[in-house]
C-alpha cells in the first residue's frame, strides 16, 4: 500500500535566501541524525495557482518552524500559505509513473515538473492528480457521501450515497486550490456550510465542479440545482 505523503503550508512569506520555513505543522517532519543514519524529511514547497515547486531537505525542527538546505538554482521566494508536501527523499521523483501497479507513495510527485499523479483504483492505471494537466482525466477511488465531510480522492471521483454533505476536507495535493469534480450516482445534497460557498443538490450524471476561491476560503460549485 502506497504510503501518503503529509500536506502542511507556510504561516508567513519566505525569502529566496531564508533557510527557516514557518508552517502550520510540522507533523510527520523530522530532522536526520547522521549517527543513526536516519534519513530526513524532504520538502515540496509550491505555491498557490503553480505547479513547479521546490525541493528542500529538512535540516532541525524547532516548534513549528523548520531549518531547511535548499538547493543553489532552485530557490526562489515563497508566499504565505503555499503548499507543502513533506516525506522521505525516496517518496519523491523526477520521472513519472508508468505500468499498471501502485507505487510507493500518494500522490506520486514528479519534483521536475511538479505533476502529480494518483493511482485509480478504478482503471488501475496511473491517471493524473491535482493540477497536472499533461493527460485526460481519469476516475479515481468512489467516495461516499457523508452527513459531514468528504475528501475528494482526485480531481475526477463518482459520489454515491443521499446524505447532505457539509464541507470538502482538502486533500493532499490540493492545498494550492485546486478544483475537483464529482460524478454523481446518486441525488445528494451540500449545505453552506464550512468551506461550501453555495447549498445545492446534485443531477445524477450531470458533472458538478468545485473550485476553490482564494478570496472567500469557499469551494464554490458549478451548479445549485
Request: charged share 5%; proline share 6%.
Amino acid at each position: 500500500m502506497a504510503t501518503a505523503l503529509t500536506q502542511t503550508t507556510t504561516t508567513a512569506a519566505v525569502s529566496a535566501s531564508a533557510t527557516v520555513i514557518p508552517l502550520t505543522s510540522v507533523t510527520g517532519i523530522s530532522a536526520g541524525v547522521v549517527t543513526s543514519g536516519t534519513v530526513g524529511t524532504q520538502l515540496y514547497v509550491v505555491d498557490v495557482g503553480q505547479t513547479q515547486g521546490e525541493v528542500m531537505n529538512v535540516l532541525s525542527v524547532s516548534g513549528l518552524n523548520v531549518t531547511v538546505t535548499r538547493f543553489p538554482g532552485q530557490a526562489v521566494s515563497h508566499a504565505s500559505g503555499a503548499m507543502v508536501l513533506a516525506g522521505p527523499p525516496n517518496l519523491f521523483f523526477g520521472y513519472n509513473p508508468t505500468g499498471a501497479t501502485d507505487g510507493p507513495a500518494t500522490p506520486w510527485v514528479n519534483t521536475y515538473t511538479g505533476q502529480q499523479w494518483l493511482f485509480s483504483s478504478v482503471t488501475g492505471t496511473w491517471v493524473p492528480g491535482f493540477g497536472n494537466t499533461q493527460a485526460p482525466l481519469g476516475v479515481t477511488t468512489l467516495v461516499a457521501s457523508a452527513a459531514g465531510l468528504i475528501t475528494p480522492s482526485g480531481p475526477l471521483f463518482h459520489v454515491n450515497g443521499t446524505n447532505a454533505i457539509t464541507g470538502i476536507t482538502v486533500p493532499v495535493g490540493a492545498a494550492n486550490g485546486a478544483s475537483f469534480s464529482i460524478i454523481p450516482d446518486a441525488i445528494f445534497t451540500w449545505t453552506a456550510a464550512n468551506n461550501l460557498a453555495l447549498a445545492g443538490t446534485a443531477v445524477v450524471n450531470k458533472l458538478l465542479t468545485f473550485t476553490y476561491d482564494a478570496t472567500n476560503s469557499k469551494w464554490v460549485p458549478s451548479y445549485i440545482a
